[in-house]
C-alpha cells in the first residue's frame, strides 16, 4: 500500500487561485460540494495543487479547464500568498501562486459536478454567502489588479 503524505499537512503544499473574469466586470465563483477537500459549501474562486513534474502556468491551465471547461485567453500573474490556516482540525500551510484570467464566458460550465455543486458569475457589488475563507485574504492583498480592467 502507497504511503501518500498530505499536500498542506506534512508539507507544504504549492497550488495556483486564479480569478476568472470576463473583462466585462463580472467573474465565476464555485461552490464546493461535499467531495471536495475542504470548506464544503462554500463559494470559493478557483484553485488547484501543483503536482511534480507541472509548471504552474500548465496546472493553471489544466485546473481552469478542468474546474470551468474554458481556456485562458491571458493571465495576470498578481503575485504569491503564504496561507497558514486550520482545517478539519489540522494545520495547514500553503503557497499559492494568484492569477486573473480571462475567459471567454460563453464556454464556463461547471466541469466538475461530483466536487462543485454549483458554477455562477458574480460582481464585486453582488456577492453570495458563505464565502471560502481565503477569499477576503486573497481580494485584500490583490484588489486594485482585480478591479483594474475587468
Known amino acids: 500500500m502507497e504511503n501518500r503524505l498530505a499536500k498542506g499537512v506534512e508539507y507544504i503544499g504549492t497550488c495556483v487561485s486564479f480569478f476568472v473574469h470576463d473583462g466585462k466586470g463580472n467573474f465565476v465563483m464555485s461552490k464546493r460540494g ?31 479547464k478542468e474546474e470551468y471547461c474554458a481556456n485562458v485567453l491571458a493571465a495576470d500573474f498578481l503575485g504569491y500568498r503564504t496561507i497558514f490556516r486550520e482545517q478539519n482540525g489540522k494545520n495547514t500551510h500553503w503557497i499559492s501562486f494568484d492569477f486573473k484570467v480571462l475567459v471567454d464566458p460563453s464556454t464556463v460550465k461547471n466541469g466538475e459536478p461530483h466536487k462543485l455543486d454549483a458554477v455562477s458569475w458574480f460582481t464585486f457589488e453582488i456577492l453570495p454567502d458563505n464565502l471560502h475563507s481565503q477569499f477576503s485574504n486573497f481580494f485584500n492583498l490583490h484588489k486594485e489588479k482585480l478591479i483594474d480592467k475587468i
Open 34 to 64: 461535499q467531495n471536495a477537500r475542504d470548506e464544503q459549501g462554500r463559494w470559493d474562486i478557483g484553485g488547484g495543487g501543483i503536482d511534480f513534474g507541472k509548471t504552474v502556468e500548465e496546472t493553471l491551465r489544466d485546473e481552469i
